[in-house]
């Protein structure tokens, strides 16, 4: 007999897109999107359209497994539940008996955007008193603004009403392709023009009426320019700017020496498109700018985002609908509230989650972190500077659980590995960090094999550890009822699988908003590129098109769509250093080097580089991990600046 169940999908992608799973003799035998939800709109994208084929592949984790061999080699045994709890409860004793509850560490970031499988977990972790844990390792570089009180984001299905559209490093047709949809409706309705900012002519850039192929770094140095211009052409909302803008003086003084000319020959691309991007950005009523994190995750990603927003403000852009800065946008969800961190029974430490690999191999953290616990991410991928974390993670002396599909890289150094069940296999809610509205994720099928959802993981341990708060043994729904707004219960979930709760539009000028818009060009100063060419080649690691981060990397499908690790390089690089299309290359430095093949295009700019997706470690392969190249440094909001990354390449011997 067939069912068709509603779900979502819980990756880390701004669309969150309503799915519809059917479910054959208790098998799921497909996946569609629902053709009612406003975004979604009945399509999943090209990583998520079989998403069947990873919950039922042959390598997925169904049985608790406990270390046997050296750390990172991947060997390991089957173990009961019972024993896999035991373990850990007592490990985790005596950590606490021995260098307190602070040594230990969750490790938490979005594999699973469902409020119950990425927070329920941190219950028992509040509850023990563990270290607490702040940071991002994707989009820190926006939180300065935020918490300055700048608005950042709104509904996306008002783009369709925006005369003028800004991709500033944002590749929409491969990240978030359901809100390019709204970008064609401003075409047709508005007339709009599409502006794509972008060191590579990606798939987003093709679509584009403009495409300014910028030097990757100068984004910042791009946006005091067009702030310059609209100064000094009178294109800014004088009214708007005088009652907004606190500092508009240090503004305009910071921005001054930013002639379009000047910034023309730091960012590698005409004065007269800058000239011409100012002015529509003047004329546009209104124009929304929309920036990814690749230009985010560079050194001067904080005062990029500042300067984006200052652009927004002095245009006046957040008056109208369709209209201000969008790089968030996420509905009416107190995801933090499932968390319940008044459970720790005092003050505690908070770690930075993207300083992994520096927190675990810090001789003088005390406590140091001897039991690490890790859902919903692969550090041993994602982070910057891996090696490092890798040789953390490596430490005789850590204690550490994974809860995961499938044995990742991470996984791989975990003494005890615990299989989590795919979200067709548990109940949960989820938000969106891209549109407004909240979804239900209702079981298809039973848990497969052994694998358990991580709220049952959650009150399995802390009754195994004799924490007794009934928070800790709350049912999945009272958990998920604890985020949902009171306007969009878990009954009003089950009539449609989704309700939109959208937060009031920014409305600068009612609420008396008065902002700091000046940038801090000035503490940048070092860091600045002068135009002059670096020696070294720079390499961008941006997202693929058929994995999303790590996931999808173990999948066959979505490995041969995407090929193999490929280098993009301009043929006049390339030419330099006597490489051909298909050639393989040595990539990095003395500290650490990659091996991949060649693709010589011109749609990366001269003196970039680019190497897409994170590909996993393949046992005896060449090692692909881009972030071994990714240095150990943050902006100062704590951004892990991936894109800061500058190679040698040379053929591979
Ligand atoms: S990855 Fe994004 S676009 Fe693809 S199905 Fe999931 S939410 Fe939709």
């Not at 972008?198 to 100068?218: C, F, M, S, W, Y």
């Not at 009031?504 to 940038?519: C, F, K, T, Y």
């Amino acid at each position: 007999m067939e069912r068709r169940v509603r779900g979502c999908c819980p990756l880390d992608c701004q669309d969150s897109c309503a799915w519809i799973a059917t479910v054959e003799d208790g098998r799921v035998t497909g996946v569609v999107g629902d053709p009612d939800h406003p975004i979604t709109q009945g399509v999943l994208c090209a990583k998520v359209r079989d998403y069947e084929t990873r919950t039922y592949a042959p390598d997925r984790l169904l049985h608790p497994l406990r270390r046997v061999g050296p750390k990172g080699a991947g060997q390991f045994e089957r173990i009961s539940w019972d024993e896999a709890l035991g373990t850990i409860a007592a490990r985790f004793a005596s950590v606490i008996e021995t260098h307190g509850a602070e040594a230990i560490m969750p490790m938490n970031y979005l594999g699973s955007m469902g409020v119950l499988q990425r927070r329920a977990l941190m219950r028992l972790f509040h509850a023990l008193g563990a270290s607490a844990i702040h940071g991002e390792v994707c989009g820190a570089a926006g939180l300065p603004i935020i918490e300055a009180g700048h608005p950042f984001g709104f509904d996306p299905e008002e783009i369709a009403d925006s005369e003028l559209i800004v991709l500033w490093g944002a590749n929409l047709l491969t990240t978030a392709h359901h809100h390019w949809r709204f970008v064609q409706e401003a075409r047709e309705r508005r007339g709009a023009t599409v502006v794509v900012i972008d060191p590579r002519r990606t798939r987003t850039a093709r679509k584009a009426d403009v495409h300014l192929a910028i030097r990757p770094g100068t984004d910042v140095i791009l946006a005091a320019s067009l702030g310059r211009i609209l100064l000094a052409e009178g294109l800014v909302d004088r009214a708007y700017a005088a009652d907004v803008a606190l500092d508009l003086d240090a503004y305009a003084a910071e921005v001054a020496p930013w002639t379009a000319e000047r910034a023309a020959e730091v960012c590698g691309i005409e004065a007269a498109d800058i000239t011409a991007l100012a002015r529509r950005l003047g004329a546009a009523r209104p124009a929304v700018i929309r920036p990814g994190v690749g230009p985010m995750q560079t050194i001067s990603g904080d005062a990029f985002v500042r300067a984006l927003s200052a652009l927004a403000i002095l245009g006046g852009h957040w008056r109208r609908r369709g209209g201000g800065l969008f790089f968030l946008s996420t509905p009416r969800l107190d995801e933090a509230a499932a968390e319940r961190s008044d459970l720790a029974p005092g003050p505690r430490r908070s770690l930075d989650i993207a300083r992994l690999g520096q927190l675990l191999t810090d001789p003088d953290l005390d406590p140091p972190v001897k039991a690490l616990t890790v859902w919903g991410t692969n550090p041993a991928l994602i982070q910057p500077d891996v090696d490092t974390v890798r040789r953390g993670l490596a430490r005789e002396d850590l204690f550490t659980v994974v809860l995961e599909h499938f044995m990742t890289d991470t996984a791989r150094y975990a003494d005890i590995v615990l299989p989590s069940t795919t979200q067709f296999e548990h109940f949960d809610v989820q938000g969106a960090w891209g549109h407004h509205y909240i979804l239900l994720n209702e079981p298809a099928v039973p848990p497969l094999g052994e694998a358990k959802a991580h709220a049952e993981v959650m009150r399995l341990l802390a009754a195994r550890m004799g924490l007794t708060d009934p928070a800790l043994r709350e049912s999945d729904e009272e958990i998920a009822a604890a985020a949902l707004p009171a306007d969009a219960p878990l009954s009003a979930l089950r009539e449609t699988g989704w309700r939109k709760a959208s937060p009031p539009r920014p409305d600068l000028l009612a609420e008396g908003a008065r902002l700091p818009v000046s940038i801090g060009l000035e503490a940048l100063r070092e860091d600045l590129p002068d135009g002059t060419a670096p020696e070294k080649l720079r390499l961008l690691t941006p997202k693929a098109h058929y994995f999303l981060n790590s996931t999808f990397g173990n999948m066959p499908r979505h490995r041969a769509a995407q090929k193999r690790p490929t280098l993009q390089i301009h043929p006049a690089d390339a030419e330099a250093r006597a490489l051909v299309d298909g050639s393989a290359a040595r990539v990095g430095d003395d500290a650490a080097a990659l091996v991949v093949v060649v693709e010589v295009t011109e749609d990366v700019r001269p003196g970039v580089v680019a190497l897409e997706g994170k590909w996993w470690r393949t046992e005896g392969g060449p090692d692909a991990v881009a972030n071994r190249l990714a240095p150990a440094r943050w902006t100062p909001a704590g951004q892990p600046v991936y894109n800061d990354i500058f190679v040698d390449v040379a053929p591979a011997l």
